[in-house]
């Protein structure tokens, strides 16, 4: 019988697939360690772009830290990171640590959106879409928790008062949650909040026994300072969010004010509370202790919701954060509000720091009602007299958006060696067009004016504001030179001249 030749090359086909999936065992071990190894340093896999995505597949659990060489801060965090390694290694083998310098990594560094330094991020199953951001963590032993909480329960079940209390006096903080039973949301709340705060010990408890002892009726989480309860939260259905707890509990790692300086500032940016009143005073003054008692009176009122700072005005290192809010002497005792995700300021309407004008402004600002604080140097009786004219926040909006005339705008600060440089330029320019009665230019101290407008990002820059009502506002991207500025402006008269441009 002839064989059809569909069915000969069947059998050849599947022939030579077993042939070639029949390795024998010296062989696959040959083939395997071809591959060679991912260097590492201080137990810390050396990662980059072509060995990346291996890293991801070879590993369950990946902690990356994204760097550069000359950061002080990634340099800093180095030792704490390859302690937390070290000490992992055999405890938890499938848990990898990893560290990428993004100097020369630009397509990570731009994959995941790296702006600042160092970034860790958490990699699950070999994913490398969404990881989990490690967010605030700079000791060995904080990593360590982070990471063991996001592979096993974020939680301590506690079944006995003795193991209630080896825990709260475990350390200096301690958070504890109590509950009726323990299929509940607010316990799932609770369980997902304690993943994103490891720097305390975080049990749980559905015991009556134990329950009873520390007199809890109601589902709540209590925080114990120094074995000693100092902040109770009742958790009620639906009524807790993870983002509001996390923002509670870690106000607890600080003071109830705290003051600020080289040391604390790191600190204070770590806990996510966007809302920061900030008191300006002489720690030395006659009416401090007065002033502070209102202050810490205050913040115990708003804990989670705003974080109080205390700003040492004799203190000459404090310097550029006078400068960042414009406080002069004869304004303090100052009290400002600063919103971190809109840098809006916000200024205390009255000038006494009582009890009673602390807490309305903080409500007012809360519902908010508070009206932003724009700083503005006084206007120049010669504003408009030399060839660069002198905008201050004052007459800025009145000149700026003028229908009859076009403003190109350089915003400076004094203490810029490039924007110094600069001037002397920009003075040329003004001098260039100093007869055009349509063109004015013009110059803004922005380290003395707020402006709206405007993103405060870098100094200098510049920006064109065209006149009449129909032109948007130009930023100016191109060389710092007399003829590219003047280039430009001819560019920007031809377009607007031009029908239908």
């Known amino acids: 019988m002839k064989m059809h030749p569909f069915f ?10 077993l042939a070639a999936d029949s390795i024998s065992p010296n062989e696959a071990k040959l083939k395997k360690t071809k591959l060679p190894k991912i260097k590492k340093e201080n137990h810390v896999l050396l990662l980059k772009t072509s060995n990346f995505d291996r890293a991801l597949k070879e590993t369950k659990y990946l902690l990356v830290k994204f760097y550069v060489t000359l ?50 991020k958490f990699f699950v199953n070999g994913s490398r879409e969404d990881p989990i951001d490690c967010k605030g963590v700079r000791k060995a032993s904080t990593f360590i ?125 770590d806990v996510p509370v966007e809302n920061h009143i900030l008191l300006f005073t002489p720690t030395n003054s006659e009416t401090f202790n007065e002033i502070y008692e209102n202050y810490q ?21 404090n310097g550029r954060i006078f400068e960042y809010f414009r406080i002069r002497d004869i304004d303090v005792p100052a009290v400002r509000i600063l919103n971190l995700t809109s840098d809006a300021k916000y200024k205390m309407p009255a000038d006494d720091v009582t009890l009673e004008n602390l807490k309305e402004f903080c409500q007012s600002y809360l519902n908010g009602k508070a009206k932003q604080h724009l700083s503005s140097e006084e206007i120049p009786q010669d504003w408009d007299k030399m060839p660069v004219k002198v905008l201050v926040g004052k007459n800025f909006n009145s000149i700026i958006f003028n229908k009859t005339m076009t403003v190109f705008v350089m915003f400076y600060a004094p203490w810029s060696h490039e924007c110094r440089k600069l001037l002397l330029i920009w003075d040329k320019l003004g001098e260039q067009y100093e007869s055009h009665n349509d063109i004015m230019i013009a110059k803004i101290d922005v380290t003395a004016n707020d402006i709206l407008s405007v993103g405060l990002d870098r100094y200098p820059f510049f920006t064109l504001f065209p006149a009449g009502p129909e032109y948007q506002e ?11 500025f003047s280039e430009f402006l001819e560019e920007q008269r031809k377009m607007k001249e031009e029908p239908g441009e």
């Open 71 to 120: 950061s002080q801060s990634s340099q800093n965090l180095s030792e704490e990171f390859a302690e937390a390694a070290r000490q992992l290694k055999k405890e938890a083998p499938r848990i990898q640590f990893g560290k990428i310098d993004v100097t020369h990594q630009h397509d990570l560094r731009k994959e995941f959106n790296i702006q600042a330094f160092p970034t860790v």
């Open 297 to 317: 009176s205050a913040a115990a009122e708003f804990r989670g919701k705003i974080l109080f700072v205390l700003v040492d005005t004799n203190e000459a290192r």
């Open 474 to 484: 130009v930023a100016y991207t191109g060389e710092y030179t007399l003829e590219a």
């Open 145 to 269: 928790t982070w990471v063991k909480r996001r592979t096993g329960p974020s939680t301590v079940l506690i079944n006995s008062t003795d193991q209630a209390e080896a825990i709260i006096k475990a350390d200096d903080l301690a958070v504890i949650g109590f509950f009726r039973e323990l299929h509940h949301d607010s316990v799932e709340v609770f369980s997902e909040t304690a993943r994103d705060v490891p720097e305390m010990p975080f049990g749980m408890t559905a015991s009556e026994d134990v329950c009873a002892n520390y007199g809890i009726q109601r589902n709540s989480l209590v925080v114990f300072k120094k074995g000693k309860p100092v902040h109770k939260e009742v958790l009620e259905e639906g009524g807790q969010n993870k983002l509001g707890l996390t923002r509670l509990i870690k106000t607890f790692t600080l003071d109830l004010v705290t003051e600020y300086n080289i040391e604390t500032s790191v600190k204070i940016f």
């Open 8 to 17: 000969l090359l069947l059998m050849l086909f599947l022939t030579g697939f």
